[in-house]
T-cell receptor, first 115, second 114 residues
Framework: AQKITQTQPGMFVQEKEAVTLDCTYD???????LFWYKQPSSGEMIFLIY??????QNATEGRYSLNFQKARKSANLVISASQLGDSAMYFC????????????FGTGTRLLVSP | DAGVTQSPTHLIKTRGQQVTLRCSPKSGHDTVSWYQQALGQGPQFIFQ???????QRGNFPDRFSGHQFPNYSSELNVNALLLGDSALYLCASRPRDRSSYEQYFGPGTRLTVT
């Protein structure tokens, strides 16, 4: 069965510092993809970054990068130069199945950025 | 370009009642998925609609049903509400361009069952 594990319930970081949010996954599929979403208190899930299992390069989107280590089944999110507006819940998710794909989510990590 | 929209924003219902939640996908999107997010948890997949048919279903009872209309919008219906159905219900849509795996989420409907 596919599963996402996020072991950090909460993380604290100072403004302008970098922070790494951990995510490990379990799947027997060869083709899969990993997402990171940000969920502010308003509730909307905001897409941050995506990494496909066959992508050789780690994905980057602005201040976000995904540290993909396939052999270790980890897909950690790195946020560089944290900003106060980065304070939110962060969810790692995996797309499963072919064709009509669903997302399996972890339990999330709450990030608090302090001035 | 409007993103995914959901209505209503908040809803309070009594146990045993029925509720209908609505979702309009982003322009250019044709697949709609529904997720339930209980407090302090990650979203759980309920089901997915494409071409007006349910294509995949998560581990949810038959009290949860849905519909997709020709304009790709979708409804989620929940019958015989239980206290445990209280959650944030999120709708996500996927683009017709299948080269993109991104799923765009709406702001959610917060359902409280009393």
């Amino acid at each position: 069965a596919q599963k996402i594990t996020q072991t950090q319930p909460g993380m604290f970081v100072q403004e302008k510092e970098a922070v790494t949010l951990d995510c490990t996954y379990d799947t027997s599929d060869q083709s899969y993809g990993l997402f990171w979403y940000k969920q502010p208190s308003s509730g909307e899930m905001i897409f941050l970054i995506y990494q496909g299992s066959y992508d050789e390069q780690n994905a980057t989107e602005g201040r976000y990068s995904l540290n993909f280590q396939k052999a270790r089944k980890s897909a950690n999110l790195v946020i560089s130069a944290s900003q106060l507006g980065d304070s939110a819940m962060y969810f790692c998710a995996m797309r499963v199945g072919t064709g009509f794909q669903k997302l399996v989510f972890g339990t999330g990590t709450r990030l608090l950025v302090s001035p | 370009d409007a993103g995914v929209t959901q209505s209503p924003t908040h809803l309070i219902k009594t146990r045993g009642q029925q509720v209908t939640l609505r979702c309009s996908p982003k322009s250019g999107h044709d697949t709609v998925s529904w997720y339930q997010q209980a407090l302090g948890q990650g979203p759980q997949f309920i089901f997915q609609y494409y071409e007006e048919e349910e294509r995949q279903r998560g581990n949810f009872p038959d009290r949860f049903s849905g519909h997709q209309f020709p304009n790709y919008s979708s409804e989620l219906n929940v019958n015989a509400l239980l206290l445990g159905d209280s959650a944030l219900y999120l709708c996500a849509s996927r683009p017709r361009d299948r080269s993109s795996y991104e799923q765009y989420f709406g702001p959610g409907t917060r359902l409280t069952v009393t």
